[in-house]
């Protein structure tokens, strides 16, 4: 890693705590849209141009496609205080410090992963999966040099999508056909009077 | 090696064709038909005179086309878009089979993931969180194979083992591709020099799966509908120790024990209710003798044994807890014994377990030895 990619590293880092504290929904899609753009820049720095490019257009995207589709919900309460939130992702970031050149992006993976697991609103959680996949392309950045493809490989939006697919679910809430099949019963389901004991 | 590329064809047409289909009753036909023939393809070509030789894929081919025909024999009448995600996580699984880049089998893996959150519709809301959960692993394996790819491979293994035992956590069925791709895992580091560092932490995977999976039964006491799911995964813990203790011998007990569990939970599947056939699979599943798993269970037990007897304590608290719950989860009183579909996979796995025909244990043997 370069001195840019390293510093936009850190940004993105940075960026992924003004996402465990951001209070107002607007605020983390503006803070998820501009950690994806470090990433991006962090990633052109180590002359992986096209996969650079497939992953601003994906992180600029997501907030984009969220808004158009009236997907995007209130913020929420916290799981947890803030202060034990932020303690935790001191924690978590330490931990990753011991990871070498992988100790950006395990950072961003773990405050992605706090962010899923403290935040109970869909869209953010939805933001903190899309963080993960920020982590791994960041973390294949480095290797552009000896494997080109693999950036462009890890930067197609495929969990944004999923993200994104469940968010439209969430918000949608009722059988997509506006119909059910007479005497059908939901996956896993066992018939009544099924109970041995 | 079975091409399974040209396996998947059969389900990948047959969810074009439910999608468009809306008879219930040709659905269903289509549904088993596509299952069917698949089974037959997967039991056929390891056998033609061309064939290349035997891996663990070509038995799980067989084992996932098994699983999905009992689905949709004794399952439920189901909307036409679930039963079209049935095949495609049918064909997804089929695909990851073919040995590829990690990050290939991956997206397949996301795929069958995904086709198995469709699975839960009409309940939205129920899709929407599992696609969520089911992002988490996703996102946790990709780290973890770019991890492996620089190098990292503490990092990468653990990440990697983690996002996956999710993803079976969230799918059971998801659990011998699951397996097999640990195999290859451990395969592709072995080389290296890292001793057995990916084999380690399958052992210690698998151990904490069986011992929370048993803790869950034994304090949560989720009862007989969560039963199945939490037992298919003790009885993957289980599994996962052995592969990751290495060793032809233990792979083969390995293998005979995924095949068992498939036969014992379509037994399941195939049961009717409150019956002594039921009572039978439960049983089985659970690991206890004399029918289903035990078999493959006391080969895997007897070869830790002889390579790691301190595992045996951790492995005996999480089996016999597991089998405690199964038996008092157990009514005092069944049904008569008649005669159920759910017998011939019974017999089956008596079969497999207490007699196997010479030629099939020479192929699981064959299996054992090959690259996974």
Same mark, same amino acid.
């Not at chain 1, 050149?101 to 697991?117: D, E, F, K, N």
């Not at chain 2, 996979?345 to 497999?352: G, S």
């Given at each position: ?197 | 090696?079975?091409?399974? *590329? ?25 549904? =088993? ?11 056929? &070509? ?28 004794? #399952? ?6 679930? =039963?079209?995600?049935? =095949? &495609? ?28 959150? +469709? ?9 929407? +969180? ?18 492996? =790819? ?7 293994? +653990? ?10 956590? &969230? ?17 592709? *580091? ?15 995977? #698998? ?23 939490? *037992? ?29 569990? *498939? ?5 399941? &599947? ?52 597991? #089998? ?49």
């Amino acid at each position: 890693m370069n001195a840019l990619s390293q510093g936009m590293g850190g940004l993105a880092l940075i960026l992924s705590f003004g996402l465990l504290c951001a209070r107002r929904t607007g605020l983390a899609l503006l803070l998820f849209g501009l950690q994806g753009l470090a990433v991006s820049v962090a990633v052109a720095a180590q002359h992986a141009l096209s996969a650079a490019a497939l992953n601003a257009v994906s992180v600029l995207a997501v907030p984009w496609l969220a808004r158009q589709w009236a997907v995007v919900s209130a913020a929420g309460d916290r799981t947890w205080s803030m202060p034990v939130t932020l303690a935790a992702a001191a924690v978590l970031s330490l931990v990753a410090a011991a990871a070498g050149t992988l100790a950006l992006p395990l950072a961003i993976l773990l405050l992605g992963l706090l962010l899923v697991g403290a935040r109970p609103s869909p869209i953010l959680q939805a933001l903190g999966l899309c963080s993960l996949q920020q982590a791994a392309v960041l973390a294949a950045s480095g290797l552009a040099g000896t494997a080109p493809l693999l950036p462009i490989a890890v930067a197609v939006p495929v969990l944004p999508a999923l993200a994104l697919a469940a968010l439209l679910l969430h918000a949608a809430g009722g059988w997509p056909t506006g119909e059910r099949p007479k005497g059908e019963r939901p996956e896993g389901e066992w018939p009544q009077g099924d109970r041995l004991s | 090696m079975i091409p399974s *590329t040209g396996l998947a064809v059969p389900p990948l047409l047959a969810a074009a064709l439910l999608v468009a289909l809306h008879a219930t009753a040709w659905r269903r036909r289509v549904d =088993q038909g596509a299952c069917l023939l698949v089974l037959l393809l997967a039991l056929v &070509l390891p056998w033609m005179a061309d064939a290349p030789a035997p891996s663990a894929a070509d038995l799980l081919a067989i084992l996932f086309a098994a699983g999905a025909l009992t689905d949709a024999v004794a #399952g439920p009448s189901r909307h036409r878009f679930v =039963q079209a995600a049935g =095949q &495609l996580r049918l064909a997804a699984m089929l695909l990851a089979l073919r040995p590829a880049d990690p990050l290939v089998s991956l997206l397949f893996l996301a795929l069958a993931s995904t086709a198995g959150a +469709a699975r839960r519709l009409p309940r939205t809301d129920a899709v929407a +969180a599992r696609l969520l959960a089911g992002n988490v692993s996703l996102g946790l394996a990709l780290f973890g194979v770019v991890a492996l =790819q620089a190098g990292s491979v503490p990092i990468g293994g +653990a990440a990697l083992l983690l996002g996956w035992g999710a993803l079976v956590v &969230l799918d059971p069925t998801l659990l011998p591709l699951v397996l097999l791709l640990a195999l290859r895992l451990q395969a592709a *580091t072995g080389a290296e020099s890292h001793g057995n560092l990916v084999g380690n932490l399958m052992v210690a995977g #698998g151990l904490g799966v069986l011992l929370a999976s048993a803790a869950v039964l034994l304090l949560r006491r989720p009862g007989l509908r969560r039963l199945p799911n939490l *037992t298919t995964l003790a009885q993957g813990g289980v599994a996962l120790c052995g592969f990751g203790l290495g060793g032809p011998d233990l792979r083969f007990a390995g293998l005979v024990h995924l095949a068992l569990l *498939t036969l014992s939970r379509s037994a399941l &599947l195939l049961s009717g209710e409150a019956g002594l056939d039921r009572l039978a699979s439960l049983l089985g599943l659970s690991g206890l003798p004399p029918i289903g798993l035990f078999p493959s269970l006391a080969l895997i037990v007897g070869g830790i044994a002889v390579m790691a007897p301190w595992l045996l304590l951790p492995m005996a608290v999480g089996l016999v807890g597991l #089998g405690w719950v199964c038996v008092a989860s157990l009514p005092a009183a069944v049904g008569p014994a008649h005669l159920s579909p759910a017998w011939l996979p019974l017999v089956l796995a008596l079969l497999l377990g207490f007699a196997m025909p010479a030629p099939i244990a020479a192929w699981f043997h064959a299996m054992a030895v090959a690259p996974p």
